[in-house]
C-alpha cells in the first residue's frame, strides 16, 4: 500500500532506529537527559530564542502556549480552519477557558489587517482579545504558506496593540522550503513556536515548543500538569536530531511528488476541483455522482491510500517514505480511473 493519509504514517529508516539505539538518557522529569536537552537547545538557537520544551505532540505544543499566553475569558484570533480550533477538541476552551474569534482567511492564512479588524474593544460585556495564532503551513487549506512579509505585518501588528503571537509550525520546515527562506528569517517575529518532527521530518514522535527562558520555566510545568512530562526520553529525541540532520533537505521531493499529483488530477474528468498545492499537501473535491466514497475504493484497490476531507473533498499527503517508484504508481493510477 502506498499511504497517502497522511505524513505522519512515516515509519522510522534503520539509520534513525540506529541513531534512537545509540542515544545517551537520563531521567527527562530530572533535566538529566543530554539527548533532549541537545534537541531543545539545537531548535531553540535555529529559531533564535532562549528555549525549547520537546513534548510528546504538537496538540500538547499548542494547548501549554495558549494555557501561557492567555487568561480565561479571553479570545483567541485565529483562521477558522486552524488546527488549534479543528483538531484539537476544543482544548483551548477545556484547558484555558478561552474562546475563539475565527477569522475567514485564504487557506487559512489571515492578514494582520484582518486581525486588526476583530482586536476586541474594551467593553465589560467582551472578552479581551490576547492572543493570535497562524499555522504555518495550514493543513485545512492545502499546506498553505504565509509569507515572509505577512507574518512580519502580523507580528508588528501584535507587538503593537499588545496581543501574543504563536506560531503552529508543525510543518514549518516544508513552509521554508516552499517559500525560499531561512529559519533565520522569522527571528524575533514570534512569542512562540512549536513545530512537529512527527510531520514531514520523518521521526515516530514528539513536536517541540519553543519561546523564551521564562515561558519555557512555565511550560515545563504546564506539561506536567498535562502528564507529559517524560523520563529517559532521549531514545525519541534522537529520532528528532536524526530528522533534522537528515530530512530536512530532501523535503522538496515531496513538494515534487504533490504538484506532480495535482498535475495528473486535473486532467480528470471526475475531479471537479484541485487546490494548487503549495508544499506536500494535495486537496482535491470528486464530482458528486461519483462521490469521496467510491473514489476512495478505487484508490484503495488499486494500492493507494488517502483520507476523506470534507464533504466532497480527499487529502493526499506526501511524505518520506514515498519513493520515485510509488509516486510513478499514484499518477498512473489517478490517469487510468475506471469509476
Ligand atoms: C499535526 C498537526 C498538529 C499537531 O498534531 P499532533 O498529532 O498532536 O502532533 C498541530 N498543528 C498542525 C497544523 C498539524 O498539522
Redesign the pocket.
Known sequence: MIDLRSD?VTKPSKAMLEAMLNAEVGDDVFHEDPTVKLLEQKLANMFGHEAALFCP???MC?QIAIKLHTQPLNEIILDKLS?VYYYETAGYAFNSGCGVRLLDGNNGRITAQQIEENIQPDFDWLPISKLVIV?NTC?KGGGAVYSLQSLKEISSLCKQKNLKLHM?G??FFNALQASNTAVEDYRGLFDSVSI?L??GLGAPVG?VLIGNNVFIKKARKVRKALGGGMRQVGILAAAGLYAIENNIDRIEEDHFNAKKIAEALQQQEVITKVVTPETNIVLFDVDTKIGVEQYLKYLKENGILAVPFGKNTIRMVTHLDVSKKDADKVFSVIKNVKL
Request: charge should be neutral; charged fraction near 25%.
Open positions: 505522519t505532540s504538537g496538540t499548542n488546527h499555522e493543513n503552529d508543525a510543518r512537529c512527527s510531520k513536536s
